[in-house]
T-cell receptor, first 113, second 112 residues
Framework: DAGVTQSPTHLIKTRGQHVTLRCSPI?????VSWYQQVLGQGPQFIFQ???????GRGNFPDRFSARQFPNYSSELNVNALLLGDSALYLC????????????FGSGTQLSVL | GENVEQHPSTLSVQEGDSAVIKCTYS??????FPWYKQELGKGPQLIID?????GEKKDQRIAVTLNKTAKHFSLHITETQPEDSAVYFC???????????FGKGTTLSVSS
């Protein structure tokens, strides 16, 4: 079975632009979470979605938003990009709302110039 | 706020030696503690996890111990191999159970 898939793998944007990142969870997993990983740091929680509902939100500004679709795939949107948004964005899936057995994709590397 | 501290930040061992990475957490409500291995260009991979009702768990060369009273947990890797070289992250779940709080990572280098 395929693991968590994310697209695109790399992305270059300029300040002020908008970006959409996409994620497909492991088959059978109903929960998707998004994390931001800055170089040299551990992943930081952004959102958790389960059954299309937002179940948790980390300490990120309103420029960050997400949604989950009926097929459990998800999108992360970031508006008005700042240089500090440059990071690896990781999507993770799990069977339910619990954070146990969280499986990560390879991420989207976003560079904001 | 919720916090997980991890040390050391870097660890170099000879092939065959043991490696130990330690973490402490701040939220007494945390009850799930996973460890992830991240190789260059890849996402974190779950290697072992432990729940708060268990003090120790072992899987082949990897073991994790938990001390809830002291709020710390450790990863032990025995008989290290060059392919164990990677960045290792510890994590704890938050009070709401909706997120993992990660440590800053330990870069493990195993030389042959």
């Amino acid at each position: 079975d395929a693991g968590v898939t994310q697209s695109p793998t790399h992305l270059i944007k300029t300040r002020g632009q908008h970006v959409t990142l996409r994620c497909s969870p492991i088959s059978g997993h109903k929960s998707v979470s998004w994390y931001q990983q800055v170089l040299g740091q551990g992943p930081q929680f952004i959102f958790q979605y389960y059954e299309k509902e937002e179940r948790g939100r980390g300490n990120f500004p309103d420029r960050f938003s997400a949604r989950q679709f009926p097929n459990y795939s998800s999108e992360l949107n970031v508006n008005a990009l700042l240089l500090g948004d440059s990071a690896l964005y990781l999507c993770a899936s799990s069977e339910n709302t619990e954070t146990e057995k969280l499986f990560f994709g390879s991420g989207t590397q976003l560079s904001v110039l | 706020g919720e916090n997980v501290e991890q040390h050391p930040s870097t660890l170099s061992v000879q092939e065959g030696d043991s490696a130990v990475i330690k973490c402490t957490y701040s939220d007494s409500a945390s009850n799930y503690f996973p460890w992830y291995k991240q190789e260059l260009g890849k996402g974190p991979q779950l290697i072992i996890d432990i729940r708060s009702n268990v003090g120790e768990k072992k899987d082949q060369r990897i073991a994790v111990t938990l001390n809830k009273t002291a709020k710390h947990f450790s990863l032990h890797i025995t008989e290290t191999q060059p392919e164990d070289s990677a960045v290792y992250f510890c994590a704890a779940n938050n009070q709401a159970g909706t997120a993992l709080i990660f440590g800053k990572g330990t870069t493990l280098s195993v030389s042959s």
